[in-house]
């Protein structure tokens, strides 16, 4: 089948490249890629992979990650070993 169709999205150049540069290592240029892509979407009904939005717990894990809210700092491994064996 002639490819007739185009495709035209904006992105961050470091994207760009980034991705560009793992599509070389497979041996794919972007037109393949994104072929690849949009074949599995088309097989899959969906996204070809897991796209989740976080529940309320995910999202506070999240938050307190960013603030780092509730981190506790060891002195060195063998505290750390003791707070495991005290838990």
């Known amino acids: 089948m002639s490819k007739t169709e185009m495709i035209r999205a904006r992105v961050e150049p470091s994207l760009k490249s980034d991705a560009e540069s793992v599509f ?11 072929t690849l892509f949009y074949k599995q979407v088309a097989l899959q009904h969906g ?8 529940n309320a717990e995910t999202l506070e894990a999240m ?6 809210d509730g ?12 707070d495991f064996k005290d838990a």
Do not use: N, W
């Open 24 to 34: 070389l290592t497979l041996g794919l240029s972007p037109t393949e890629a994104i």
């Open 47 to 54: 996204l070809p992979f897991e796209v989740r939005i976080p």
């Open 63 to 68: 938050r307190q990650a960013r603030e780092k």
């Open 71 to 82: 981190l506790i700092k060891y002195e060195g491994l063998d505290d750390l070993m003791a």
